[in-house]
């Protein structure tokens, strides 16, 4: 469950694909950090991440946690954006026995669930077949 407080501080990562690139060594991370792992700098600019890249690795779930039950079978992979980021995701319209590493993938704003005790519908980021 996804409380409301939590929800509203995601929304740039949710809704624009905001990532946070530091601005000493020039490192990219989604989802934004407080300190460069690379430099330990704390100084960040916000970058909008593209919205294609490919598949690298995935998995079926075919037993679905609590609150997916209905989707499944479904894939989720972690797919490495042309700026080098990598980001996990559910991959969604495609046939899972098709699905491929190295497979072009892009970025669709979709709805991820609804939590129950607030009834706030989350929306965020899944992949689809480019």
Do not use: H
């Amino acid at each position: 469950m996804i409380g409301p407080v939590r929800y509203w501080r995601e929304i740039p990562q949710r809704y624009r694909y905001e990532a946070a690139r530091c601005s000493g060594c020039g490192k990219v991370f989604f989802p934004p950090r407080l300190v460069c792992n690379a430099c330990r700098g704390r100084e960040f600019k916000p970058v909008i991440l593209p919205q294609a890249g490919t598949l690298e690795t995935f998995t079926i779930i075919r037993v679905a946690p609590s609150g997916f039950e209905d989707q499944a079978p479904y894939a989720v992979g972690v797919v490495r954006l042309a700026d080098s980021v990598k980001v996990t995701a559910q991959i969604v319209d495609c046939d899972l026995e098709t699905l491929a590493t190295g497979q072009k993938l892009r970025l669709e704003f979709r709805k991820v669930q609804q939590d129950g005790a607030s009834g706030v519908l989350c929306y965020g980021y899944k992949f689809v077949p480019a």
